[in-house]
């Protein structure tokens, strides 16, 4: 295992063969059993590459010839196949699908056996959503589920408006996780492109849940605006955004936003931010000399990307700069 998988996080070729027992080997390693029958014979070259954030990977498949593809039921993840050039035909869940570049995509689920003829000139984004993580995304919006919903999608991504936001979220993450080695990746960005794919999925694609994650909730005994300001309290360290609060307390973003500067006097961004420059200033406070604790550390933990921003943030609302704030706590 590299330093990359270390961090969750990684970017590179992952396969480049002319051979199809060795594709389908080192194929499956990477996504689930299947089987690979060439429309022709001669001589081919295939290339897989990838992108990985935790619970999502992004794989860019590039065959070079026509093939037909027979995969298993897909084990406890979703597929979202998007073609960036060419054509393929699929047969899923006892229907016949079309996907092209361009227009609609196709959605692999665990249903039923998923059998593809991809085209020659065929170049295909499949992003592989763990399912787990997709259940757990749809309990928290749907707040009086009492367990995690058993999800089943639409194998038709036939919606334009659905298909070229889920294609250029995906390739955004492509693009920044490609870009950047591991360590300069802020997890919590990677996190929270990863849960705007997963929002798009849920709230765009029909499913099974699809009317109990589009209604909103009646209002209770606390605000909508309050019920936001304690989600982002009590989990600064998940990947919230703000369309995503807004969704789950049942507002729209400029409601959300309008709320809370009446309340707060401030914008949901600027409120999270301080809740997480507070957890910052925690962290510092209680540095323990043996855990070699450094500020860039704190700083990437909390979503602050750019140390010299976040020390000049530090030190606007706590009058001294983190490192005076650290170096009391390790004397």
């Known amino acids: 295992m590299g330093e990359d998988d270390r961090h969750g996080l990684w970017v590179r070729p992952l396969v480049r063969c002319d051979d199809v027992d060795d594709l389908v080997q080192q194929v499956t390693a990477i996504m689930s059993p299947h089987t690979v029958l060439p429309a022709r014979a001669g001589a081919f070259t295939a290339q897989v590459s990838g992108a990985r954030a935790p619970g999502l990977s992004l794989l860019e498949f590039d065959y070079r010839m026509p093939v037909r593809i027979t995969a298993d039921p897909l084990p406890g993840y979703v597929a979202v196949c998007l073609p960036l050039s ?21 959605v692999g689920t665990p249903a039923s056996e998923l059998m593809m003829d991809w085209g020659e000139a065929l170049r295909l984004l499949v992003l ?9 995304l749809a309990a928290r919006l749907v707040t009086d589920l009492p367990e995690e919903p058993d999800l089943q999608f639409d194998p038709a991504m036939d919606i334009p408006e659905i298909t070229a936001a889920v ?4 390739q955004l993450m492509q ?16 996190a929270q492109l990863r849960e705007q794919i997963m929002y798009t999925l849920l709230l765009g694609q029909p499913n099974s849940w699809t ?10 005994r606390h605000s909508a605006v309050a019920d936001a300001a304690e989600l982002m309290r009590s ?4 990947p919230l955004t703000i369309e995503a609060v807004a969704r789950s307390v049942g507002l729209s973003v400029r409601a959300l936003h309008a709320g809370f500067c009446r309340e707060f006097d401030r914008s949901p961004k600027q409120y999270l931010q301080h809740v997480r420059l507070e957890r910052a200033h925690d962290d510092l406070v209680v540095a323990d000399p043996v855990d070699g604790l450094r500020i860039i550390d704190v700083a990437h933990r909390w979503g602050f990307s750019h140390p010299g921003r976040f020390a000049t943030t530090y030190r606007r609302h706590y009058g001294e700069p983190p490192a005076a704030t650290l170096a009391r706590a390790l004397r």
């Open 211 to 220: 009317r109990a994650l589009r209604h909103r909730p009646g209002p209770g």
């Open 235 to 238: 989990h600064p360290d998940d």
């Open 86 to 106: 060419g054509s393929m035909t699929a047969r899923h869940q006892g229907r016949r699908l079309d996907a092209c570049a361009g227009g609609a995509a196709l």
């Open 167 to 170: 294609l250029g979220q995906a």
């Open 175 to 190: 693009h920044i996780l490609a870009g950047a080695g591991s360590e300069a990746v802020n997890p919590l960005a990677a």
């Open 128 to 136: 592989r959503v763990d399912l787990v993580a997709l259940r757990s």
